[in-house]
């Protein structure tokens, strides 16, 4: 390829104005100026396992375990020669992270990382229309000499602009994800995420492991219905329940219109041998009809004959 044409195809990708780079040159908030990960792990990545690569990075910096060829037969397609983004939070999620995407955004990304949680993301380092498909983890940033610093491909210290990394960045829809470890809530992250992840969690974590990452997300989400069942249904799984009890109790408080809530609390008091409240809690579920009725119902009715009831669907 001559110099010219070179040149020519580097101006086509990374041509155009780096709109959020400039947004952070003018305002760039509270963010420090600079910030570096230099202790996050590195996995050289073979041949099309960058996902891997990347998704290992992430969970060791979190503690948690996974290595490249551990983790190749969770996320990589052969088909694809690459790994799908549903497959990487997922595999996260069954290592032990309740993984999250941050909101897709320049200053959202800088500032997890200024929190001390990297971030894993996907690029497209080529033209849109002959895309070249890269998921690589920011570890750092400077404002001042506007540049990002990644763990990418087989470079420890990847040091790119902030507008390069912009673009390549937007072609893959400003995908990121954080993997923190239970107990440790991202500081971008909205509150419908949260939720979503945390049920997905749910379902592949040990109920231990999800009554902590519910308890950390209710600190900055304290009246969420949905986090507040499920920590309920968690602290009931393990086995606690008079976490359960105020869990669910909490739940009733903050949102009395919510049937599931009332039913699970009756549950929980019968089993714990307080009729007399338990009997109160289903009616109230009974009374506030809707589709939990029959559930409810057969709650009432089997704390009335002395049996106990059985914890409702989370309602979520």
């Known amino acids: 390829m001559s110099a010219l044409l070179a040149c020519a195809l580097a101006c086509l990708i990374l041509g155009g104005c780096a709109t959020q780079t400039m947004q952070l040159r003018q305002a760039a ?4 100026r600079h910030a570096e990960l230099d202790a996050t792990p590195f996995f050289p990545q073979e041949r099309y396992q960058c996902g891997p690569a990347a998704l290992a990075t992430v969970l060791n910096a979190s503690g948690l375990p996974g290595t490249p060829d551990a983790l190749v037969a969770q996320v990589y397609v052969p088909a694809r020669e690459g790994s799908l983004q549903p497959e990487m939070l997922a595999a996260a999620r069954r290592q032990g992270a309740p993984a999250m995407l941050i909101p897709p955004r320049l200053d959202a990304l800088l500032e ?24 690589a983890v920011v570890v750092g940033y400077n404002l001042d000499t506007e540049e990002i610093v990644l763990r990418s491909g087989t470079t420890r210290r990847e040091v790119m602009s902030m507008s390069t990394f912009e673009h390549t960045w937007a072609r893959g829809d400003d995908w990121g994800m954080v993997a923190p470890a239970p107990g440790s809530m991202p500081r971008t992250v909205k509150e419908d ?4 992840a945390l049920v997905a969690f749910e379902k592949a974590a040990p109920p231990g492991k999800s009554y902590v990452a519910y308890q950390s997300a209710l600190v900055r989400f304290p009246r969420n219905l949905a986090l507040r069942l499920g920590a309920g249904n968690a602290a009931y799984a393990m086995g606690d329940r008079a976490a359960a009890a105020e869990a669910f109790r909490q739940a009733a408080a903050d949102h009395p219109r919510s049937a599931p809530a009332f039913n699970n609390l009756a549950t ?16 109230q579920a009974v009374a506030l009809g809707g589709p939990w009725l029959a559930q409810s119902e057969a709650t009432l009715r089997e704390i009335e004959a002395g049996q106990g009831g059985k914890p409702a669907a989370s309602g979520r």
């Open 268 to 283: 929980v008091l019968a089993e714990m041998g307080r009729a007399s409240e338990a009997r109160e809690a289903a009616r």
């Open 193 to 196: 995420v949260a939720v979503e």
């Open 112 to 135: 997890e990382v200024a929190s001390g949680m990297p971030v894993l993301v996907l690029q497209n380092l080529s033209l849109p229309i002959a895309p070249l498909w890269h998921y």
């Open 29 to 32: 908030g509270g963010l420090p």
